[in-house]
């Protein structure tokens, strides 16, 4: 059974309402102790009052204290407390619970609770690194002191590709800027004639990769051929034809198309003959080497028989192309024939694989350009053939670009290509060019290291990556548009020369190029530049003196390199 709840004994009062006045039958009936008032309550409560006649509200400038609102019984001495107990009594935590740190009300009340603190410790933080960037300008200016003898590194200082001679007469410089803003719109070429012979790509090459790398071969008797637009023969016949009234090489083209992403030096002779516009290109000129680190912010070597230097780069670099079109091509003896043969080559000499389309464009209803473009192989797709431009980049030091592509190029080939688009940009750009103009379907990259990065004359290929021209131009942000609208201002601006013989100079330390004329035997006999000594003379692998390659390397080159790289 359930207890019952007993209420205890209540006193009844027959005389009126209330308790009885008799305290002896409330103390008999209940255990309650004297004098207090019934009321379930603890010694630290504050109990308001009822109803309080004996305070007087006439005073209401009388202070309000804390008795006149609540009962006070910390003095009454019916409760039986002890003074010990009094003063031993301590507050422990008064601190109201620890909210849950999410949610937004907590982060905005934090946020104003604890600005003051924040703002301390940034402003300690500030004091902390005003104290090391102090330390920091004490050490340099200690190091300065201890080395005020020491050679100071001065930024790199290019030189002019073409001397400047005094009787040269400026006409007009063109800031780059300018060509930025230009556009222009060619319809697709046509074919007027094709020569040479192509051998076709291995397609073994794909599959290279930095663990399974491939010694790059030297190709000493295959013959290159760097020609000039007015030395072509073809060129000189079209031009009697009334083909066209422009005429230009695709290297020439590229190297206008992207002037603007230039850093070094270059120069582009233009002749006006009658009606007739020719570009050109000067013996030895730097159009025929390959520019390595051109855009890059860590500077080379400026001693030029430095094997890292800007100059022996691209010496390197241009014998690394060489060789590199070569060996990818498959060896059977199998080859696709033209038009016409190769019209440099003489009979029977062994030349290497490479087309000549020589393409005209429309530029205006009365101005039709004509450019001689090169593509180096083929490649049977869906039983159609494919033209391939082949170019390689070489690495001759990691710590230079900050990449080992021994390491990256299986996991991160993106991001060496971005180190190289940073570096090389010019470079890759005149080669995306130069695969536009010729309607390449397809442009394979190779990267080529060196053995040792003291040995600049034996090399590996690492990877080889084919590209189509068109999306890779996308991907390097590189407008056909504007290619076409810097080729255009410049004809038309040459076009209102006079007859004669002129220079385009790409100033070396500004983004500016400036239109000189010059006498009509200039860069023939009296201004070309000062040959340097035999034994001191660098000059690109298997080229003769008519800036025309004809060799990958000689016996003599191959022995000093050889006995350098041991040493």
Not at 328 to 348: I, T
Not at 399 to 428: C, F, H, I, M, P
Not at 471 to 481: G, R
Request: aromatic letters at 10%.
């Amino acid at each position: 059974m359930v207890g019952g709840f007993e209420v205890g004994a209540v006193p009844y009062n027959p005389d009126g309402w209330g308790p009885p006045d008799s305290t002896d039958s409330l103390v008999a009936s209940s255990n309650l102790p004297l004098n207090v008032p019934f009321a379930p309550f603890s010694r630290s409560d504050r109990l308001g009052r009822i109803a309080d006649w004996t305070r007087t509200m006439n005073n209401p400038g009388r202070p309000k204290t804390a008795s006149d609102s609540v009962f006070d019984f910390t003095n009454d001495d019916s409760f039986p407390a002890n003074a010990d107990e009094d003063m031993s009594f301590r507050l422990v935590d008064g601190k109201p619970p620890p909210r849950p740190k999410f949610g937004p009300k907590w982060r905005f009340n934090q946020q104003r609770t604890q600005l003051p603190q924040r703002r301390d410790e940034e402003v300690e933080a500030r004091k902390r690194e005003a104290e090391k960037e102090r330390a920091r300008r004490d050490r340099l200016y200690n190091l300065n002191r201890s080395n005020v003898n020491a050679p100071r590194r001065e930024a790199a200082v290019f030189k002019s590709s073409v001397e400047i001679q005094p009787e040269w007469n400026m006409l007009d410089q063109i800031p780059f800027s300018t060509f930025s803003k230009l556009s222009f719109s060619v319809p697709e070429p046509e074919d007027l004639l094709l020569c040479g012979g192509l051998e076709f790509y291995d397609r073994a090459y794909d599959r290279i990769t930095p663990k399974n790398e491939r010694r790059l071969e030297r190709f000493k008797n295959r013959n290159f051929f760097k020609v000039t637009t007015t030395d072509d023969p073809v060129i000189r016949r079209l031009a009697n034809e009334d083909k066209a009234t422009v005429f230009a090489t695709d290297a020439i083209l590229s190297s206008l198309m992207c002037a603007t992403r230039s850093v070094y030096s270059w120069d582009i002779v233009v002749q006006r003959v009658g009606n007739k516009l020719f570009f050109d290109k000067r013996d030895g000129s730097q159009l025929d080497l390959l520019p390595v680190h051109e855009t890059s912010q860590e500077p080379l070597p400026e001693a030029k028989d430095d094997i890292n230097s800007a100059y022996s780069l691209s010496v390197e670099a241009a014998y690394i192309n060489q060789n590199f079109s070569q060996q990818v091509l498959v060896r059977d003896g199998s080859k696709v024939a033209f038009d016409e043969p190769n019209p440099f080559a003489n009979e029977g000499e062994e030349v290497a694989s490479v087309a000549y389309r020589y393409r005209r464009w429309k530029l205006d209803d009365d101005m039709y350009l004509v450019a001689r473009c090169e593509v180096q192989s083929v490649m049977e797709v869906n039983k159609q053939r494919s033209f391939l431009t082949l170019n390689a980049l070489n690495e001759f030091d990691p710590k230079y670009s900050g990449v080992d592509w021994r390491q990256k190029l299986e996991t991160q080939r993106g991001a060496v290509l971005a180190t190289e688009l940073k570096n090389n940009a010019n470079k890759l750009a005149k080669w995306t060019a130069q695969a536009l103009l010729a309607s390449a379907d397809m442009m394979k990259l190779g990267y080529v290291s060196r053995v040792h990065p003291r040995d600049h004359f034996n090399h590996v290929i690492l990877a080889v990556v084919g590209y189509k021209p068109k999306d890779f131009a996308a991907q390097i942000n590189l407008n056909t548009s504007n290619m076409w609208g810097i080729v255009k201002s410049i004809v038309d601006l040459c076009m209102k020369l006079n007859e004669g013989k002129y220079v385009l100079v790409k100033d070396p330390s500004k983004p500016q190029v400036r239109i000189y004329e010059v006498p009509a035997d200039a860069f023939e006999n009296d201004y070309v530049e000062e040959p340097l000594a035999e034994e001191d003379q660098v000059q690109p692998p298997g080229e003769d003196e008519n800036g025309v390659t004809v060799n990958a390397g000689t016996d003599d080159a191959e022995e000093k390199v050889d006995a350098a790289s041991q040493a």
